[in-house]
Nanobody, 118 residues
Framework: VQLVESGGGLVQPGGSLRLSCAASGFTFGSYDMRWYRQGPGKERELVAV????????QYGDSVKGRFTISRDNTENSVYLQMNSLNPEDTAVYYCNAVHVRVRAWNYWGQGTQVTVSS
């Protein structure tokens, strides 16, 4: 099982980034996908969730209206489009897969760093 995040980097305030998470080794379409983040000195925070078929999505209050989660089950990938970034969005962003029925089947990526700074 592998979840590999990419797309992080340094961006100026107000800018945009698109994170990707490529999944392998499990039945991607049977898993809800989540993005979490953990900023310096902060607890891990749930950013966004998308259902297994992509029909529904939910967002944390701090990113609503700015971030969009999407997935492509043909590519076994999930994405996080991040707009209007601000320094408070600086964090390591993690991809997480949770089986729709067996919640203990739960996998994590290694994370990708996003730094928002001028």
């Amino acid at each position: 099982v592998q979840l590999v995040e990419s797309g992080g980097g340094l961006v100026q305030p107000g800018g945009s980034l698109r994170l990707s998470c490529a999944a392998s080794g499990f039945t991607f379409g049977s898993y809800d996908m989540r993005w979490y983040r953990q900023g310096p000195g902060k607890e891990r925070e749930l950013v966004a969730v998308i259902s297994s078929a992509g029909g529904s999505a939910q967002y944390g209050d701090s990113v609503k209206g700015r971030f969009t989660i999407s997935r492509d089950n043909t590519e076994n990938s999930v994405y996080l489009q991040m707009n209007s970034l601000n320094p408070e969005d600086t964090a390591v962003y993690y991809c997480n897969a949770v089986h729709v029925r067996v919640r203990a089947w739960n996998y994590w990526g290694q994370g990708t760093q996003v730094t928002v700074s001028s």
